[in-house]
């Protein structure tokens, strides 16, 4: 099943997004038929079984559906859809561990038939607010990314910008006012339908189970705050209700007053000033009080990027040293969290109770590596690259001495060569840099 976007949703999408930047104050209505036309659910179908995800409250699975017939799910799906007897269901929340390795997120799993639906909201109404979302948000946007946002500071450091409020919000998704989200939609959609569909994602209630297997359900009618982390539509709404912080950033000229460069991803953002850092602060933090959030005052910082590094996205930012000359100059590199989460990853793929053949292991953990390399390839990674791959190396090694039960410590029988050769573990360090793009 083909993941490119289908001609008539793209043509839909254009004329959505050329409509909303030409009438900035236009409210769209007309628009909860296209979430049920059949392209489009078929579509959301589609990137949601290519996004994977474990099942919600009922359990369902991909291959439950396809087993049954995918085209009479969806046409059943369409059904209630369009009718009004579509109800989301509970999202079933469990905790993973954080990037950094200490401490755990919750993380919001609907159902299958859920995700679906809120894609297929997505690819209407995304559009529409691309139109208006500023260049300094990089979070779930189309041709926008992470490494985009890591680029465009280390340039605003190379230009001058170093004094920098390295923020931190506190419980972003979880402190999202329901009232004033549905205000900051209601600016762009008038469609009743639509923004009945939102107000019951957001009112979903929440189900969790403990360590002993009981079921405790929180959130429903009663929640005025948040947005679950893992729903497909959350990245959108936190995105418009950012969108607040920053267009007021603009309206009120604090990147002329201060020469300062905001950049934004979901609820993470540092502003990059010429000078007046702290009165910019002091703003945000009025700013943020009045939208209804709360900066979390332990992680909140000023800096010096001339003298003091910062972390942003898995990326330390500040001085560094050349190893061959001893000069200093402002660097950015992956962050030692960014590092102990990849070594972390290569334990768990190594564990010993992993009895897979190791044509899978070697797949699997190939797979976690390239990723991390892909995302880690801007700045100085090199000695970021040796040491993983050293971690790598012996990683392997052990796992194999302990699968073959050898006697000694394994390095003879699998050598640096042999690991990263006829075993076909990928090298960090073999691996090349993805060409920059440009924007």
């Given at each position: 099943?083909?993941?490119?976007?289908?001609?008539?949703?793209?043509?839909l999408?254009?004329?959505l997004?050329?409509?909303?930047?030409?009438?900035?104050?236009?409210?769209?209505?007309?628009?909860?038929?296209?979430?049920?036309?059949?392209?489009?659910?078929a579509?959301?179908?589609?990137?949601?079984?290519?996004?994977?995800?474990?099942?919600?409250?009922?359990?369902?699975?991909?291959?439950?559906?396809?087993?049954?017939?995918?085209?009479?799910?969806?046409?059943?799906?369409r059904?209630?859809v369009?009718?009004?007897?579509?109800?989301?269901?509970?999202?079933r929340?469990?905790?993973?561990?954080?990037a950094?390795?200490?401490?755990?997120?919750?993380?919001?799993?609907?159902?299958?038939?859920?995700?679906?639906?809120?894609?297929?909201a997505?690819?209407v109404?995304?559009?529409?607010?691309?139109?208006?979302?500023?260049?300094?948000?990089?979070?779930?946007r189309?041709?926008?990314?992470?490494?985009?946002?890591?680029?465009?500071?280390?340039?605003?450091?190379?230009?001058?910008?170093?004094?920098v409020?390295?923020?931190?919000?506190?419980?972003?998704?979880?402190?999202?006012?329901?009232?004033?989200?549905?205000?900051?939609?209601?600016?762009?959609?008038?469609?009743?339908?639509?923004?009945?569909?939102?107000?019951?994602?957001?009112?979903?209630?929440?189900?969790?189970?403990?360590?002993?297997g009981?079921?405790?359900?929180?959130?429903?009618?009663k929640?005025?705050?948040?947005?679950?982390?893992?729903?497909?539509?959350?990245?959108?709404?936190?995105?418009?209700?950012?969108?607040?912080?920053?267009?007021?950033?603009?309206?009120?000229?604090?990147?002329?007053?201060?020469?300062a460069?905001?950049?934004?991803?979901?609820?993470?953002?540092?502003?990059?000033?010429?000078?007046?850092?702290?009165?910019?602060l002091?703003?945000?933090?009025?700013?943020m009080?009045?939208?209804?959030?709360?900066?979390?005052?332990?992680?909140?910082?000023?800096?010096?990027?001339?003298?003091?590094?910062?972390?942003?996205?898995?990326?330390?930012?500040?001085?560094?040293?050349?190893?061959?000359?001893?000069?200093?100059?402002?660097?950015?590199?992956?962050?030692?969290?960014?590092?102990?989460?990849?070594?972390?990853?290569?334990?768990?793929?190594?564990?010993?109770?992993?009895?897979?053949?190791?044509?899978?292991?070697?797949?699997?953990l190939?797979?976690?590596?390239?990723?991390w390399?892909?995302?880690?390839?801007?700045?100085?990674?090199?000695?970021?690259?040796?040491?993983?791959?050293?971690?790598?190396?012996?990683?392997?090694r052990?796992f194999?001495?302990?699968?073959?039960?050898?006697?000694?410590?394994?390095?003879?029988?699998?050598?640096?060569?042999?690991?990263?050769?006829?075993?076909?573990?990928?090298?960090?360090?073999?691996?090349?840099?993805?060409?920059?793009?440009?924007?």
């Open positions: 099943m083909s993941l490119s976007t289908p001609d008539t949703i793209r043509r999408q254009r004329t997004y050329v409509t909303a930047k030409q009438a900035p104050a236009r409210r769209f209505h007309g628009l909860f038929d296209k979430v049920w036309r059949d392209d489009i659910l579509h959301a179908y589609a990137l949601s079984r290519a996004n994977g995800g474990a099942p919600g409250v009922d359990g369902e699975t991909f291959a439950d559906i396809e087993a049954a017939g995918r085209d009479r799910w969806l046409g059943d799906l059904e209630e369009r009718t009004g007897r579509y109800t989301p269901q509970p999202v929340r469990v905790l993973i561990p954080k950094s390795g200490v401490g755990q997120r919750p993380l919001g799993i609907p159902t299958i038939r859920d995700r679906v639906v809120q894609r297929a997505v690819l109404l995304e559009p529409i607010f691309e139109a208006d979302f500023d260049d300094a948000a990089y979070g779930y189309p041709k926008r990314s992470a490494l985009d946002a890591v680029r465009q500071v280390s340039r605003a450091i190379d230009e001058g910008h170093t004094e409020v390295d923020a931190d919000l506190s419980k972003y998704f979880d402190t999202i006012p329901h009232a004033a989200l549905m205000t900051s939609v209601a600016r762009r959609v008038s469609d009743g339908q639509i923004v009945r569909l939102i107000k019951q994602w957001l009112k979903a209630p929440v189900v969790e189970t403990d360590e002993m009981n079921r405790r359900m929180s959130g429903g009618k929640a005025t705050r948040g947005t679950p982390q893992g729903g497909v539509a959350s990245p959108l709404l936190a995105n418009i209700y950012m969108h607040r912080f920053i267009k007021a950033f603009r309206q009120h000229g604090l990147d002329r007053r201060y020469d460069v905001l950049v934004n991803y979901a609820d993470d953002f540092v502003i990059l000033c010429r000078h007046g850092a702290a009165e910019v002091e703003t945000t933090r009025r700013w009080t009045r939208i209804g959030l709360a900066l979390n005052e332990d992680k909140t910082r000023l800096r010096d990027a001339r003298c003091d590094a910062f972390d942003f996205l898995g990326y330390t930012f500040g001085p560094m040293y050349s190893p061959r000359t001893g000069g200093r100059y402002n660097g950015v590199r992956p962050s030692q969290k960014a590092v102990a989460s990849i070594r972390d990853a290569i334990r768990r793929r190594l564990r010993p109770g992993n009895q897979a053949p190791w044509e899978d292991v070697a797949r699997t190939n797979r976690t590596v390239r990723g390399c892909s995302y880690f390839s801007y700045g100085t990674v090199t000695k970021a690259r040796h040491d993983v791959t050293l971690h790598l190396y012996h990683t392997v052990r194999l001495r302990r699968r073959h039960k050898l006697a000694g410590s394994g390095y003879r029988r699998f050598p640096m060569p042999v690991v990263f050769g006829e075993l076909g573990v990928v090298s960090p360090l073999a691996l090349s840099r993805p060409p920059l793009r440009t924007r």
